[in-house]
């Protein structure tokens, strides 16, 4: 047997994923090469032809014909007795070609070839699948849920590869089914003990940036722009959009009418709330917009430090922090600077207003500071608000809340 159909006979290597099929046919070509080193030393004199449309594998070997009592190396030269068998014709000189049966390397050979040849097209395959998603970091995937553990989930996607969303990256109500369709936007791919990890993340504000993209038909033509994408998880989501257009609406458009584009984003983040804004180099209007949906008074702005001073209203005061502070947070991350927020005092009774931390001796300060989570800092600030509405906002227990109003009621009393 002077070849051999290398397509039938490595057949797990027929339909090699991710690699073309000239690659990988260059693969088999040096893996026999190795075979002939190994074998005769060299394979300088020897010419290994893969056919990249069969499969086909043909071994020339390469030989100057000598006189019978020239023969030095028996791979390099053939005596000119040996050569006249094949062809009479041949004379001192010339070169003859002879065709080397694959078979002859043995069955053991051929084995340690298939072996490496595995390898070979196994690093091959990592390195195809490491650059195919490395070009598409950013792209939102459908993936199927294949494999679910403790702290990641294991996704399929149409071409079968494996996908991993670990649990940091799942939005906090996430719950998912094997076989559940999962959208998620690839994040990054990473080598792991020689082992590609394709990363898939539903918390990235890559993730509301691209949900943008395909809901909003003005962003992917360029018309607006998102300029920046700062999310809490579940929670709050806060977009800044421009448009160089003064005939678009970029809050509007993003919204769609009835909120019918923003809706389906909401749903899909797990009724994350999505505040979309407009854009603008004014620091002050832009800290104002972030802090949506509070009413600002007034600002005081330290552009050098990047510090910002909030004045709202006593009522407000909660709105602009948000609840466990995630509102002040986002609008911070947003804008860059560091907001400090302040109840506005315009009235008489406030003068008589206590500050929270007075009441040290009596309340706890982790206590206080659960008040202070939610913008209320003063005595006042917190009788304003019902026990209910407090046991809502707060982390704390319904005693508690009451035994504090106790206290700081019994304070005013006094007065």
């Known amino acids: 047997m002077s070849s051999i159909n290398l397509i039938e006979s490595f057949q797990e290597f027929k339909e090699a994923e991710n690699i073309d099929r000239p690659t990988m046919m260059k693969v088999i070509e040096d893996v026999f090469k190795t075979l002939l080193r190994k074998k005769h030393g060299s394979d300088e004199n020897f010419d290994v032809i893969v056919n990249d449309k069969t499969g086909d594998l043909e071994i020339f070997r390469r030989r100057e014909i000598v006189e019978d ?91 079968g590869n494996e996908l991993i969303l670990p649990k940091t990256e799942q939005i906090p109500s996430d719950f998912f089914k094997k076989g559940e369709m999962v959208r998620a936007v690839l994040k990054k791919v990473e080598l792991r003990s020689n082992t590609p990890f394709i990363i898939v993340s539903r918390t990235s504000p890559m993730f509301l940036e691209k949900l943008l993209e395909l809901e909003v ?64 180099t004014n620091p002050s209007l832009l800290i104002q917009r972030s802090l949506t949906p509070s009413k600002i008074n007034r600002i005081d702005l330290d552009n050098e430090n ?64 659960e008040f202070k989570k939610i913008g209320c800092d003063t005595a006042l600030s917190v009788l304003n608000l019902s026990v209910e509405e407090l046991v809502r906002r707060t982390d704390l227990e319904e005693e508690t809340i009451v035994e504090v109003h106790s206290i700081l009621n019994a304070e005013f009393e006094d007065e």
């Open 217 to 280: 038909p003005e962003i992917l033509d360029g018309l607006i722009t998102i300029k920046k994408v700062v999310r809490e998880p579940g929670e709050r989501a806060k977009v800044a959009v421009e448009s160089f257009d003064d005939r678009i609406d970029p809050v509007g458009a993003c919204v769609g009418m009835k909120g019918s584009r923003i809706h389906s984003i909401v749903r899909e983040l797990k009724n994350e709330n999505i505040d979309i804004i407009n854009y603008t």
């Open 69 to 159: 009592d020239m023969v030095e190396d028996e791979n390099q030269h053939v005596a000119l007795s040996e050569a006249l068998k094949i062809e009479p014709d041949y004379s001192v000189g010339e070169e003859l070609y002879q065709v080397v049966d694959v078979l002859d390397f043995g069955r053991r050979a051929i084995l340690a070839a298939k072996q490496t040849l595995a390898a070979r097209l196994g690093d091959l395959k990592k390195n195809e699948l490491l650059k195919k998603y490395a070009e598409r970091v950013g792209e939102i995937v459908n993936a199927e849920v294949y494999q679910i553990w403790k702290k990641e989930i294991m996704l399929l996607d149409d071409d």
């Open 306 to 369: 990047k510090q910002a001073q909030v004045f709202l209203e006593s009522d407000q005061v909660s709105l602009a922090i948000g609840r466990k502070g995630v509102n002040i947070k986002l609008a911070q991350e947003l804008t860059g600077y560091t907001i400090d927020v302040y109840r506005d005092v315009v009235d008489q009774e406030a003068e008589y207003d206590i500050d929270l931390e007075e009441f040290s001796d009596e309340i706890e300060p982790w206590i206080i500071d």
